[in-house]
């Protein structure tokens, strides 16, 4: 059983399209997060939910939009794609919020997006 | 914020022998350092972590130390085998701070 499933594993759209990615963990974990992979492996956090509330809104455009429908789902729609949106997305699970005595980050294998 | 700095961005060693990946870190309030693999095609899995109320960690072959003072980490991973070649972060985080990782290091091991 997959502990952190993302879907679609691979997207491939034009410019300006709108596009969303879904993650769902099965780990009962309180806490998700998105994280941007860039073409230089570089990860970087992008948005945090615990318990469906937003807690962690780094410096992302308004185009990237989180929806927590509950504690186990934390979805990303992207508006008006962009060239520099081309990356790996990862989602990601973690029983508390990052830090010591939370525990690891559980990741998903990620959804590569390209934009044309 | 914190910054987190990673060294060599690519290691490239025979089967059997160590490497040795370096970290430092800015905010000397930090005081939790995971590291993480990632295979190809995979997201990334913690494969082993250390609190700053300790000075070395040991797991099997691989091993991690901190340095507070000079606010520096390492891994180091012995008799390294070709399932061990992926990309490998460090990671800081203070309280229940957001972690910020290193740029990773791309570690080869030819058999």
């Known amino acids: 059983d997959t502990a952190v499933s993302q879907t679609p594993k691979y997207l491939v759209t034009q410019m300006g399209n709108d596009k969303s990615i879904k993650c769902e963990q099965n780990l009962g974990h309180d806490t998700m997060y998105w994280y941007k992979q860039d073409s230089k492996k570089f990860l970087k956090i992008m948005f945090s939910y615990n318990n469906k509330e937003l807690i962690i809104n780094e410096t992302v455009p308004n185009r990237f939009s989180p929806k927590s429908p509950d504690k186990a789902h934390l979805n990303l729609h992207i508006n008006s794609l962009e060239l520099g949106d081309s990356a790996v997305y990862f989602c990601?699970?973690?029983?508390?919020?990052?830090?010591?005595?939370?525990?690891?980050?559980?990741f998903g294998e990620g959804s590569r997006l390209t934009v044309l | 914020g914190e910054n987190v700095e990673q060294h060599p961005s690519t290691l490239s060693v025979q089967e059997g022998d160590s490497a040795v990946i370096k970290c430092t870190y800015s905010d000397s309030a930090s005081n939790y350092f995971p590291w993480y693999k990632q295979e190809l095609g995979k997201g990334p899995q913690l494969i082993i972590d250390?609190?700053?109320?300790?000075g070395e960690k040991k797991d099997q072959r691989i091993a991690v130390t901190l340095n507070k003072t000079a606010k520096h980490f390492s891994l180091h991973i012995t008799e390294t085998q070709p399932e061990d070649s992926a990309v490998y972060f460090c990671a800081a985080s203070k309280g229940y701070s957001t972690l910020t990782f290193g740029k990773g290091t791309m570690l080869l091991v030819s058999p």
């Open positions: 990601a699970s973690s029983p508390g919020r990052s830090g010591p005595g939370t525990g690891e980050l559980f």
């Open positions: 250390i609190r700053s109320n300790v």
